[in-house]
Nanobody
Framework: QVQLVESGGGLVQAGASLRLSCTASRRTFTPYVMGWFRQAPGKEREFVAAISFTTSRTDYADSVKGRFTISRDNAKNTVYLQMNSLKLEDTAVYYC????????????????WGQGTQVTVSS
């Protein structure tokens, strides 16, 4: 199995930036996607961004497009989420996930999940 560990969360003011990282415990050569999701208290988990580790194709939720950038380092089995111009509504626990398949926004499709990292944006 694969273990995913997130890091980089914290408390920042609106307009600031954060860079999240997620590293997988082992490498794989099978096609896979790594994505970022977030969940605020009382709300369902929502898709943020995803990237293919075989084609580098990316996908972003409309709410973060233009502000967030997802990238990956194949050699390190690591995915990053650069978050700029953070807003109050970005406050949530952010989770990274891995899916051995094609690009998808559906949380239930992902095979492995990290434990999450808290991002809090204050005014």
């Amino acid at each position: 199995q694969v273990q995913l560990v997130e890091s980089g969360g914290g408390l920042v003011q609106a307009g600031a930036s954060l860079r999240l990282s997620c590293t997988a415990s082992r490498r794989t050569f099978t096609p896979y996607v790594m994505g970022w999701f977030r969940q605020a208290p009382g709300k369902e988990r929502e898709f943020v961004a995803a990237i293919s580790f075989t084609t580098s194709r990316t996908d972003y939720a409309d709410s973060v497009k233009g502000r967030f950038t997802i990238s990956r380092d194949n050699a390190k089995n690591t995915v990053y989420l650069q978050m700029n111009s953070l807003k109050l509504e970005d406050t949530a626990v952010y989770y990274c996930a891995m899916y051995f398949g094609v690009m998808t926004r559906v949380p239930g499709s992902y095979d492995y999940w990290g434990q999450g990292t808290q991002v809090t944006v204050s005014s």
